[in-house]
């Protein structure tokens, strides 16, 4: 029963590493999506994939990629943190439903 | 960028009162969605609405779906502790083979005892 699992829960980086965020569910669902979480803006969208062996840019694309490495994994990759992409960063799955989300990677970069 | 704009931001309740927050667009949305993000969680959904005018329930908590479908409305009665969190609007950035969500700014809300 675990739905949707990111790893790491928290991470510090410098400016300028690379890192990239974990994400699995066991759903069976199609699509999943990233989106990150910035006090007083909401959550915003920033890749998705609407079925295994695609990818789409969201809302806020610039700073990252994506890899949809199968149909239950999808990560996220920074290749050159900058403190501009400190924020909590989720990630969701569905297909035709309301989105499933899991319990964030609070990432700090100083 | 957000198309979405909730009020208010926040909001401090006594226990026992009555919450009510609104969600309105820019644009015209043919669902509005309803999540609640705990504390270190992500957010999950509350209640569904998918023609206008609808109104929905799912326990203490009631939406509706504005006529206008530039709007939608959550309203908790009886709040107690436990419904302290953020709230979350959302509707479809746009109609396709993912369901792209865009999020309103979200309700802060804190019950007192």
């Known amino acids: 029963n675990a739905g949707v699992t990111q790893t790491p829960k928290f991470q510090v980086l410098k400016t300028g590493q690379s890192m990239t965020l974990q994400c699995a569910q066991d759903m069976n669902h199609n699509s999943m999506y990233w989106y990150r979480q910035d006090p007083g803006m909401g959550l915003r969208l920033i890749y998705y994939s609407a079925s295994e062996g695609t990818t789409d840019k969201g809302e806020v694309p610039n700073g990252y990629n994506v890899s949809r490495l199968n149909k239950r994994e999808f990560s996220l990759r920074l290749e050159s943190a900058a403190p501009s992409q400190t924020s909590v960063y989720f990630c969701?799955?569905?297909?035709?439903?309301?989105?499933?989300f899991g319990n964030g990677t609070r990432l700090t970069v100083t | 960028g957000q198309q979405l704009n909730q009020s208010p931001q926040s909001m401090f309740i006594q226990e026992g009162e009555d919450v009510s927050m609104n969600c309105t667009s820019s644009?015209?949305?043919?669902?509005w969605l309803w999540y609640k993000q705990d504390p270190g969680e992500g957010p999950v959904l509350l209640i569904a609405l998918y023609k206008a005018g609808e109104l929905t329930s799912n326990g203490r908590l009631t939406a509706q779906f504005g006529i206008t479908r530039k709007d939608s409305f959550l309203n908790i009665s009886a709040s107690i502790p436990s419904d302290v969190g953020i709230y979350f609007c959302a509707g479809p950035l746009n109609t396709g083979t993912a369901s792209k969500l865009t999020f309103g700014t979200g309700t802060r809300l804190q019950v007192t005892l």
């Open positions: 644009s015209i949305f043919n669902t």
């Open positions: 969701a799955s569905n297909t035709n439903s309301p989105l499933h």
